[in-house]
Structures are given as structure tokens and as C-alpha cells.
């Protein structure tokens, strides 16, 4: 093993201390100026850019584990990805990047020279530039520094299946009070170091937030010592202000939790899995804004909070700071770092990492570069047989189930797929991926256990935050997956999806950045579902929630039945840079397609079901529209009692699987052409709308199309219970007796004739109130009703 | 110190696990039976109730808690609350409440006799009847049992300035794996025990969650100690499974940790806040089912994770499963606990507390019961001076902020008022309120520190999580608080707010619970002032997320300066039983209405600017409406540039402060009448509506409307990143130059003559982004724009 801080310490600190120093400049001239950027002339107000946005607190203590991580990966030929916790410290990553190289290569008008730099400096966020975090457009990361907390996550997701990989995390103080950062130091119970690589977290107290002083940083460092074991990591403290003292105690740090990690990696390999051990981190405690103003008019800025953002401002009505940061910037000795045009000197740069080693150009930061497609089965091998619509029974998501097993199995040499789920495979019935992989765990098992395993590929812990994050650092990094949950819980990630498609968003303009795979989400045990859980866990809006984001990235699908369930999901698995939403039930349910008209069906998105209509070659009287499974099953029961009591009403069925087709071709590229639109939901008749979740998104969906005032959406209204499946319907008015109730409510012809079926329609309500608050359940002619088989031919 | 354990042990423990046992009894009575509940004939099929649903996992370690507390507050005449986690163990509270006799008292159908408990088991989760987890309905109870996660935050919540006040938090080892539990382990850094109670957490490990174990039953107790000590926390294990062990050790527990919380206590309050000290909790470690089935059909059930449900389904089909289920509740000795009549027998009774010492008929689990309402400053002191309509400049935020922190030294003395944000009460402009108070630490204090000190009444953690929590638990106890948050991150939030406002809605219809005060938000740094920060700040969603919640329970204001947003707060501090969302700025900018004008206009929730318009008399060509600050800046600057360039063309200008009286009136109490809604926004003409969030919310709540069609929506599109404030308006769409061209558009007859002003609007967009890419600031001309103060004299 080599050390080189035995071999020749004070020359590789000297040029270690250098590259610091010079990335602590370009972080400070990112921030401060847009001209005179190697300070050849006296420092000027017109050099300072007039709008000062950044934060300098945590850049400095960012560029001083950059150059060492980097010091390492040169000594140790790792593979490494650097993961900014503090993504505030944008400038001082794009600094470490264009030092690099990195940032040349991929914006050529960014060049390693005076005028590269002056472009560096003046495009931080700044108009047309670049932004102030670490972001997509940041070569080698896969981390956006905007909302705190996931870091360590991305930095676990990123490792798992990658043997050869080692994340180094940073994670601020401040982050390290989030909820998803506090659960996700567990994460080491799922990380396997026989298959997965390493990641190696580095707490960096500096002590304060904004304006107040962080938890971590005031508890002393005997209570972090005990929190970090209770994490089930051993910390190493790094802590100082004096940069010689610190180059050498961090190297020597570094070099001890990487020979441990080394270690553990080794006997994982070389013997199998057989304990967890307790996996090292560091802990860095540098002063907030180390290197820069130490006291400015008369306050203390550095160490404490005020070094938060920018230190020194007003220089128009102080010109004294003018001096200040010239003073500041010059205490770099820009002069030994940077030859005359601006490029840094030779025995600087050589002392970074080559090529692909360098982390601002891992490959594995740029996921798409290295995404392989998924071996997919023939979901057609999984269909479930319907010889007629609703004429036989299936569980769609255990369906499902089988042939997400054999996409496990069918990936398993290739290891670039996993589903997660916060503890509900099998209760969303899933459960026959058991059948080839386990839940994985490096935590104790027991005999009782039910497939759990150290080798297992579904991440089972009960935090969607940790699902959701793993997930995104596994996509991001190239690799595939599936992500299940309770539909109402996955509002925990709300932020978390929006902040991943705002991620999505962004590097689709950004050319070198590679397509990944499509986050793909599997909404079950949904709001109609819950007659076992109640109120609390109704919450059908996290679909409202997705189509705020851009329409180029997200995609909602609402598949009726097992069917056309497998035709999305393979149609999503083979997608790319979107978030795909599915939201489907895992109760037993009439099946309405066979596979073929499923996979037709679902190309389109969404279309007339001619075989439960009865309006052949006329214009309905009005049309019968759904959205969801259960909508589904009550438009079918309300067409079915439509028929039976009023058979010279003409009923035309619509059945939505991609909720986007919705939409206008102006706003969503899924939107329906409006002619053809018109053509299906008609421009007049009435068009009563069974919809999975809340009534308002189908009309906000259709508010441009010319029927749009014949639309009367039925979905949920909040109002649930602990009660029977279908009495949640009725709470919510999206039953059968209801739908059909409104449609001869709207058509006005019947208003008068059909006076006796109303009354009928209210009747059934009534049993089946008295029915259930007496027996408990469902009365047999609903929970066992069925799709007439041989309407077709009745008719 | 009295400890009953060392005087009469034997005696004590029989009634105690008496109790137990008659809970057990009950929570399994609760699961299966709809008759026969005394089993005084043997157990038939029919007296089963043919849907099962309930959580037997969790129950027996719950009611074991729960007769241990009851032990203790007996015997040290404890004040206490009883949080449960694990809430699926629904039936165990339910049942220890019904002992104490509190759910006969307040639903007296389920009376203390044989037809009382035949009703409690019939009702749980039975249509009609009440939910399968604690709920609003459950007295005793602040906290719901659905999404898992935030029962150590209610219990801190409920704590805090209850110095008398001890809750007892049970926490599942499934919950323990979310994100917010982990986070909010580090509340006893915000604990004062001088002024506030005390927290008990219990950490129940059994083992598993629905499938899979869970993390922390399988690190190891050394492990778990060092996590616990992590977090300041000085554990007790409690371990094993033969029930008198178990009573003695709980009780020795129990004895033990209480003793060093009044140690605490009391020298926190002779001596004063010191120094933080190790707080105790407990780890029970009790088999999943603990005293349920061992075996069923050979496979083992009790202390696996197939007792989480029902551990014995299928009676029709399995016969035998009724005597195993016979044999079950016979196991706990009926004929011992209950007499003939189904009432508890008077000695097991007796070792009950007495009156508001139950914990299910403690006063602060029916907060509003104790609320006092908030003393209020009159917010006119805090008034802006406008003498005209944008003749001044102020920070709305800011104003607040004097208003905050006077309303926080009214109420010093009541000790019912806090203000919770993840350290951003300075950056968002309120710091004011540190006149008067600090922000909250019992960690170490620096002597550089900013206003931080353990009797500090701001409550800043960078976790919105912890902030939400702690309020919801502060208010659900009956005191105020109020959150201020940037608005992208409050997402952090959505599925609390979900739940809280569920609880809301639900404790509406409950007669016995009394009124809270509102939880209000303050969402700043808001979508258009992210200049600073970019594209990942930028979400105005929240709005939209919100309006799905039942009107009852929701309320959206957008005050357009400071002194409406003085009015709106002062109306939100008054309120019971809300959510209230305001969203608001803190950058300066143009003060539109003086304080009565801004109370009038507020009291209607959206009304014209005659002061703005010119069409008095006639009908407006076009109008001009507005919902926020940014939005209503740039419309009064395109409504100058029209008036300036087209005098000919009717100018209406509407604002609304309101969001939900734009709402039908049938949708939401606070919708205008149609009549007063067509009168102001017309029946046909264009509706030119700059709105701060997602423009489809403007589309959503107006649909009904007669004018619909006329309304164009400008607003946020997921377009942004770092640049000019100004800008960010101009990449939405949302800027003056916009607004103005598309009204001029609409206007039939000005589509010509106005084609010179439509040149002239492109050109100065085209300026625009001319100079802030080579200044990087916006013209003097935009960011110095005001409205003309005379134009009302000029017109």
C-alpha cells in the first residue's frame, strides 16, 4: 500500500496546499469579479460584479477534501465520485472542475487561459451563466445543491452495484439536520461490500447554518463519536484551522479510512459476506469561510455565521472593501498558481488525477454514458387471458409481480436493476420477485427471516426518502429500477421527485449530459383500496402534484387491469429521462383486455371501448368515461345497470390508461389531437368522468377542449373512512348508482322517463347502506358483480 | 420518592397484569368478535365478524406501556400523555380508554357493561363505526396512527412550555427507520426543563415491520446503546417475553427513568438551565403478538412478522381456527377481569388513575379545551404609510416582523406562542422578533452565537420536518405558533399537512373536541426572489397541493404588500381549526394600499383598483387581475405601460388576496357570489390574470365561472434559473412587457392600431436581455420603476 505522505511529505503538501489555494481564488473570483481575474492590475469597483450572489462559508472546506480526495485517488488509481452535501459550494466544485480540465473540455469557450477564466468567473450566476449551486451543468456530479438532505443517499445509490467505486460525500451540518440525511446513515445496512463499492462520508462541521449554530456542531465531539457508532461508522476527526496541520492530518486521515475500507472490501471479496462491519468517516471541523476575512468593519466574519454567503458587499459605498478583497484574494499568491495567461502551472495541475480518474469526469457522474438497456422478457408472456372483457378475475400488481421477477432474473449477471419499497413487496403482491432475489441486509438476519439476505435487490426500509434516494443515485449512475409504495405516502418524497425532475429538466439541454433511465414509480394499495387502513391513508394526489413539472419529463398512466398494466410497465422500463407515474390496484378485479387490444389500448393512451358501448354508428346520448381500475369496474356497473333499465339510451364507454392523452397537443406531446379528442368525447354530450383521484386535474387536463363544459368528474372528495371497498366509492360519489344516477341526470331526454330508475338507483343506495352497517361487508351482488360476457352478443 | 414496587410488589403486579391481560382481551375482542364478547357461550362463526382488519403486531406491547404508565402516574401523580406511535395498535388504546372509563363518558352508547363492549367491538373497523388506528375520534389522543414518522415530534410539541406535562412516546421500530423520527431524536436540544416538560421515549423493538425486520431490532444492543447516546438519549433495556419478568423489570424501568427526568427538572428549575443533561428513555424489546397465537397451522406467528395483522383468518374454510381463537382470548381469563355484566371488576378498576390523570382524558390531548386565545398587538401601529398608491416602498416581511415579535412579547408572560423555521427567520426578514426573544438551543452556546439561549422562543433547525411537528404538536395542545419557510422547501411538508389537515377535518365533526388554533404558514423567499439562488428554489406548488384538503379546513392568501399581509396575518392568528397559507415577499417593493384600505380589501378578498383603473362608467376592454406581489408589480407596470401608450383602451384592475374567493361559492365558504364574481370580472371580456404559482390553479378554481374562457393565466412554468429578479418574470412570461402585449391581443379592436405598441414591448425585452447579460443586473428603468402617484390626478 502505498502512503505517500511517508514518502515525501513536505513537497506533496506543497503542491497539494497549491491546487487548494488556487481552487479557494477561483471560488473567490467566481463569486466577486467579472474582469480582471489574475488581479494583473489593481483591483477596481468596475472589476466587481454588481449583483453578489453566492456562498463562500462552505467552498473553502470543499476545495480542501477535493484536493485531497484527489492526492488519494492519484496514490490509490481509485475510481472516485465527489458527492457536495453543501451544494451552496458551487463555486469552489466548478473551480476544482476547470482546474481539472474537465470544464474546458465540455464548454470550450470556458478555456484553461485569462480570457477561460474572466468567461469562469463572470458566467457565475449571472445572467445566462451558470447557477450558483452545484447543478446539472457541473461536470462530475450527480447531486444538485439546492434542497439539503440527500446526499448520502445519491452517494449510497450511486456505489450499490459499482464494486469498484468510491463515493466521497461531504455532508454539511445544516443537511445533517434533515430528516431523509438523519435516516440515511442506516443506509450501511444495506450496502454490501462484496458486490457494491464504498461510500465514505466526511461530516464537515463548520458550525452554523445561515444564521444559527448546527446540532452536530454543539454536541461535542464524545456524543458524535457515540452517534456515529450507534450509525454503525467509526469517525475519524480532522479539526484545525491551520492549513500545514491540517493537510497533514487530513492525508494521514484519509489514508487510514481508505486502507480500512480497502480492507473490509477485501475480506468481503475474497471470503463472502459474512458480517457488517463498522465502515469509517471522517469528520472535518474547519471554520465557516476558512481563508477568507477574518473580521470586517470590526465584526468577526470568519467562523462564524456572517461567513455564510458573501463576506465582504457594498464596496460602492465602502470602497475600503475594495482593498479588503483584493487583500483576500491576493493572499492566494495568485502569482506562484498561475502562469501569465492564466493557466495553472504545470507542477500543479500534474499533481491531479488523469483522464477518466478525474472526478469531474467519472464516467459514472454522467449515468447515461454507461446505461445499458434492460434485458426486458415478453410481457405478452405474463398477459392474463380474457377471452371476454370482464370475464375473468386478476390481481393486477401480482401479475406484475411475474414478470418484474423476470426482469430480475433476466439482469442478474448484468446487476443494474433493483426495486425498493418501504417494506410493501409482497403487500403490494409483488411478492413473486422473492422468488429469484431477496431483501437485502447486511444488518443481522434470522433463521425466521423471510428472504432476507445480504445479496438480496430489494431495498425494503420503511423510508420513502430512502427509497427515493438510493434510487435516484442508482439511476443517475446508469442502472434501472422500480420504485413501489402506498400512493398516499408517496407525498414523504413530494420534494424529492420535484427537485430529481427539475434535475430531469435541465440536462436534457445539456448535450453531454447522457439519457438515464426513467424513474419509475408504482402507486398501489391506493385511495380505493384502503378499507383496511381509513382516511389517513387516502391521498390519490401525488399525480396532481407530478404534472406541475415540466410535460417533457413526467408521464402518468392509469392502467384499468393486469394487462395493460404489463404493457406500461414495459413500455416505462424502456423509457429514458422521464418520471414515469403508474398508479394501479393490487385487489382482485375484473380483466377488460385481452393483451393485444391491451398493448393497443395503451399506445394511444386512451380510446372508445366499442364493446361496451351501444352507440355503434350514431351519436351517444352521453359518454361514460374512466380513469383508474375502480373507476373502471363502477363505469362499467353503471353502464351495465344504464343498459339493462334504459336500453334505448346510447352509451358510449372511454376508457383513459395515459392520463396525459388528456391534455392539450400544445401542452403535453401524449395530448390527443383536439379533432380526434372532439371525435371520442363528442363536442356536446354530457360526459360523466369516473376519475382515480381528485375531480379537479381531469378538468384542469380538458379545459381546452371544446366539450370541456360537458365534462362532470366524479373522483375523490376527502371523504373516507375505515368502511368497505365499495362504500368508499359511494362516500365519494363515484359509485355505480351514482355515475348512472348523473348520466340520466344530464342527458334531457330522460330527465322524466327515467324517473323510476333514479328512484331504483337510490334504492340500491339504501340496501346497501343498511346492509353494510349491519353486516360488514359488501353485499354479494356488488363485491360479486360481473361484466355481462355475452353482452356483446345480446345486443 | 415513592416507589410501590419496593412496598407491596406482589399485589401490584396481579393487578397490573390483570389490566393487561383485560386490554388484550379487549383489542382482540375489538379485532374479531361482533357478539358473544364476554365469550359467555363458546365461540361460533357468526359471532365473527366476516371482515378482519386490525393490527395485532403492536397491541399487547402498546397496552403494556399503557398499564405501566397508568402504575406510575399513580403512584407520582404524573401528569401524562400517551403518544403511539405504532397507531396501527389502534384497538389497544381504544381498549385502555375504555377501561378508564373516559370512551364511555364521552360516547355513552359504549357504556361500561356487556352491551357497551359488545358495541366497542363491533364499531372498530366496521362501516359506520370507528377506524383500525388511533385517531381524532380516540380520546386521549394528539396524534394519528397513519403515515408513520412524527410521534416524537407531537410529544416535544406537546411538551414544550408544559413544564408539568410528561409524554410518554411510543415509538416503533418500523417508524424509527423514517426520516423525521431519526431527525427528531435531536428535539432534546430544543427541551428546556426549566420551562418545559419532559419527553419518555420508548423505543418498542419488535422486530418487524410488515415483511421485513427492521434495522434498529437488528444492530445489536451495544450498537443501539451508542445510537441512543448519539443522541443524548440514556437508554434502559427492558427485554423478553414471560410477563411477570417483564411487569418487574418495566416497572424498575419505569421507576428509574422517571426519577432522573425529576432530577432533571428539578435542578433546571432551583438552579436554572446549566447545562443539557442525558435523558433517559427506554428499550422494550417484546415479541411481535406478543400472547397471541405461537403456532398457526404449523407456522410459527408470535414474535414474527406474520403477527402484524390478523395472525387467524379464514374461519369458514379452517373450522379449527375458531377454537384457536377461543383458546386465545380465554388465555387472558375473561371471568377474572370482567364480571357478568361486562364490567371491570372494582380492584382492577381501582389501580387505574383518577379523572383529567387518565391519560385518555388528559386536557392537553383536547387542546382546545385549554387554548387561550393570542393577545394582539393592533397591527395598524405596524401599518406602512402609503399617501398613494405606490408611492412607498417597504418589505412586507420585514413589517411583519415588528408585528411578530410584538405579539411575541404580548404573550410572554402566557408562554403560548412560538415561531418555528429552518433558520431563516433572519434571511426572511423577521428578525425583529429578536428584540424580544432568541432563537432556541440547549446544545452549547457561543459566545459569538446570534441570539441563540435555551429559553429562546424561535425554534430554527434546518428540518421542516421538525419545525411542522413541533408546531402540530404545539397546537393540537392548545398554544399559536407560526412557520415561516421558503416556499419550494415547505414540499419537505406536504404529506404532514396532509395528515394534519385530515385530523382537522375529521376533529370538526367530533363534538367533544374543542377548536385549535390554526396552523399558519408563512411562505417566502419565494419563486420570484430565487435570483439568488436558482432553479432548485423555485416551486410555488404548494397552493395547489393545499386545495385539495376540504375547504373546510384550508385558507391561500396572497397579500400584495405589507400592510395587507398585517391584515391577513392578524385574521390567521385569530382563526381556530385552519390552515392558513400566506404567501408573501421580503424584497422591497412598491406598498400599494394604506392600512384601511388594505383591511377593506382584505375583509372581501379580492376587489378593483379603481385607483388603478380607467374604466369607470363603462365596461372595461380588458382586465387586468393579479394574485401575489411579484404579479401584481408587474401588472400595475404593464397597466402604466397601456395606459401610457394606448389612453383609449378600459383598463379594470382586479387584485385578490384571497386565493378561495375566486372559488364557486357551492366549492368554498370564502367563493364570491357568480353575480358579484361576473361583475368584476365581466361575463366576456379578456381576463389578463398574473398569478404567482402554477397558472392551472387559476383555471382549476375558476371553471364554474360564467367567464372562463375569457381568463388568460401567466405563471410560473418551471422556467427559471440564476439571474435578475426581473427576469425570472420575464422567462414565465409573468413581466409587464408580457402581460401587456397579450392584453393588447385580446382586445379585438386594438389588435391593429396597437401594432406599433406591441414593437415597442418586444424591443424593450430585447433591451432587457441586452443589458443584464453584459451588466448582470436589471435596467434602472425596471428595478426602479413606480407607479405613477399622480396618475389618479392626471386621468
Known amino acids: 500500500m502505498t502512503h505517500p505522505l511517508d514518502l515525501a511529505p513536505p513537497e506533496d503538501f506543497n503542491r497539494l496546499d497549491a491546487w487548494w489555494r488556487a481552487a479557494n481564488y477561483l471560488s473567490v473570483g467566481q463569486i466577486y469579479l467579472m474582469d480582471n481575474p ?20 462552505t467552498t473553502p472546506g470543499l476545495n480542501f477534501v477535493y484536493a485531497h480526495m484527489n492526492r488519494a485517488i492519484v496514490a490509490r488509481d481509485l475510481d472516485a465520485l465527489f458527492i457536495a452535501g453543501p451544494g451552496h459550494g458551487g463555486p469552489g466544485v466548478v473551480a476544482n472542475t476547470w482546474l481539472e480540465g474537465t470544464y474546458s473540455e ?48 445519491h452517494a449510497y445509490g450511486a456505489v450499490f452495484d459499482n464494486p469498484g467505486l468510491i463515493a466521497c460525500c461531504v455532508i454539511g451540518d445544516g443537511e445533517a439536520e434533515t430528516g431523509a440525511l438523519a435516516a440515511s446513515w442506516h443506509s450501511n445496512k444495506f450496502l454490501n461490500p462484496a458486490r457494491d463499492g464504498a461510500v465514505l462520508p466526511i461530516l464537515h462541521l463548520n458550525g452554523f447554518k445561515i444564521a444559527g449554530p448546527t446540532v452536530l456542531a454543539r454536541i461535542g465531539d464524545e456524543e458524535l463519536t457515540q452517534l456515529m457508532r450507534g450509525y454503525g461508522h467509526e469517525p475519524h476527526f480532522v479539526s484545525g484551522d491551520d492549513p500545514e496541520t491540517m493537510h497533514r492530518a487530513m492525508a494521514q486521515a484519509l489514508d487510514t479510512v481508505l486502507d480500512v475500507i480497502r480492507a473490509i472490501q477485501t475480506e468481503a471479496r475474497v471470503d463472502g459476506f459474512t458480517r457488517r462491519h463498522r465502515w469509517p468517516m471522517i469528520v472535518l471541523r474547519s471554520p465557516k469561510g476558512w481563508t477568507g476575512p477574518k473580521v470586517v468593519d470590526g465584526v468577526p466574519v470568519e467562523g462564524t455565521q456572517r461567513a455564510h454567503q458573501v463576506p465582504l458587499t457594498g464596496f460602492a459605498q465602502h470602497p475600503a472593501h475594495i482593498g479588503l478583497l483584493e487583500d483576500w484574494m491576493r493572499s492566494y499568491r495568485p502569482e506562484e498558481l498561475f502562469d501569465a495567461h492564466g493557466t495553472l502551472h504545470a507542477h500543479i495541475a500534474a499533481i491531479a488525477p488523469r483522464g477518466l480518474r478525474r472526478m469531474s469526469a467519472n464516467p459514472h457522474a454522467n449515468g447515461g454514458a454507461l446505461l445499458r438497456d434492460l434485458k426486458l422478457p415478453d410481457f405478452r408472456d405474463h398477459a392474463v387471458a380474457v377471452e371476454s372483457p370482464g370475464a375473468s378475475q ?37 411478492g413473486a420477485l422473492f422468488d429469484v ?81 426513467s424513474l419509475n414509480y408504482l402507486l398501489t394499495s391506493h385511495v380505493w383500496q384502503q378499507d383496511h387502513n381509513g382516511f389517513s391513508h387516502q391521498d390519490p394526489g401525488f399525480i396532481d402534484h407530478v404534472v406541475n413539472k415540466k410535460a417533457e419529463v413526467v408521464r402518468v398512466y392509469l392502467p384499468p387491469d393486469a394487462n395493460t398494466l404489463l404493457s406500461v410497465v414495459d413500455h416505462c422500463l424502456r423509457s429514458r429521462d422521464y418520471v414515469n407515474v403508474i398508479v394501479a390496484g393490487k385487489a ?28 355503434a354508428g350514431v351519436a351517444p346520448d352521453v359518454v361514460m368515461a374512466c380513469a383508474g381500475d375502480v373507476p373502471t369496474l363502477e363505469t362499467m356497473a353503471a353502464v351495465d345497470l344504464l343498459r339493462t333499465h334504459l336500453p334505448d339510451l346510447k352509451v ?26 372532439d371525435s371520442i368525447f363528442t363536442v356536446d354530450k354530457p360526459v360523466i368522468f369516473a376519475f382515480h383521484g381528485y ?29 368497505t371497498p365499495f362504500d368508499m366509492t359511494v362516500l365519494n360519489h363515484l359509485d355505480r348508482f351514482h355515475l348512472a344516477a348523473d348520466a340520466i341526470a344530464r342527458v334531457p331526454r330522460m330527465t322524466n322517463s327515467a324517473a323510476h330508475v333514479q328512484q331504483h338507483l337510490r334504492d340500491r343506495l339504501l340496501a346497501h347502506r343498511a346492509y353494510i352497517t349491519t353486516k360488514g361487508e359488501d353485499m354479494p351482488e356488488i363485491s360479486g358483480w360481473q361484466w355481462s360476457a355475452n353482452r356483446v352478443a345480446r345486443d
Open 38 to 57: 489574475l488581479l494583473h492590475r489593481k483591483l477596481e469597483l468596475a472589476h466587481i460584479k454588481p449583483r453578489l450572489l453566492g456562498h463562500w462559508g
Open 106 to 153: 465540455v464548454y470550450p469557450d470556458v478555456g484553461l487561459n485569462t480570457a477561460g477564466m474572466q468567461r469562469l468567473f463572470t458566467q457565475f450566476s449571472f445572467p445566462g451563466g451558470i447557477p450558483s449551486h452545484v447543478a446539472p451543468e457541473t461536470p462530475g456530479s450527480i447531486h444538485e445543491g439546492g434542497e439539503l438532505g440527500y446526499s448520502l443517499l
Open 394 to 430: 386478476g390481481e393486477a400488481t401480482r401479475v406484475l409481480g411475474g414478470f418484474l421477477r423476470d426482469v430480475m432474473w433476466l439482469n442478474d449477471e448484468q446487476q443494474n436493476f433493483r426495486v425498493m419499497g418501504p417494506d410493501e413487496t409482497v403487500s403490494n403482491r409483488l
Open 437 to 517: 432475489t431477496n431483501r437485502t441486509s447486511t444488518a443481522r438476519v434470522e433463521p425466521t427471516d423471510d428472504h432476507v439476505a445480504p445479496d438480496g435487490r430489494v431495498m425494503e426500509v420503511l423510508s420513502e426518502h430512502l427509497c427515493q434516494g438510493w434510487l435516484e443515485g442508482y439511476l443517475l449512475t446508469g442502472r434501472h429500477g422500480f420504485f413501489s409504495c402506498y400512493e398516499a405516502f408517496i407525498h414523504i418524497i413530494d420534494s424529492m421527485f420535484n427537485q430529481h425532475a427539475k434535475w430531469l429538466k435541465v440536462t436534457r439541454k445539456i448535450g453531454w449530459r447522457r439519457p438515464i433511465a
Open 588 to 615: 382482485p378485479a375484473p380483466q377488460w383486455l385481452d393483451i393485444e387490444a391491451a398493448v393497443r389500448h395503451c399506445s394511444v393512451g386512451l380510446g372508445i371501448w366499442d364493446w361496451a358501448s351501444n352507440d
Open 652 to 677: 358510449r364507454v372511454v376508457n383513459v390508461v395515459d392520463l396525459m392523452a388528456l391534455e392539450s397537443p400544445s401542452a403535453h406531446p401524449h395530448g390527443l389531437a383536439d379533432a380526434v379528442f
Open 695 to 723: 375531480p379537479a386535474l381531469i378538468h384542469r387536463l380538458t379545459y381546452k377542449r371544446t366539450n370541456h363544459r360537458g365534462f362532470h368528474v366524479h373522483g375523490y372528495q376527502e371523504e373516507g373512512t375505515t368502511t
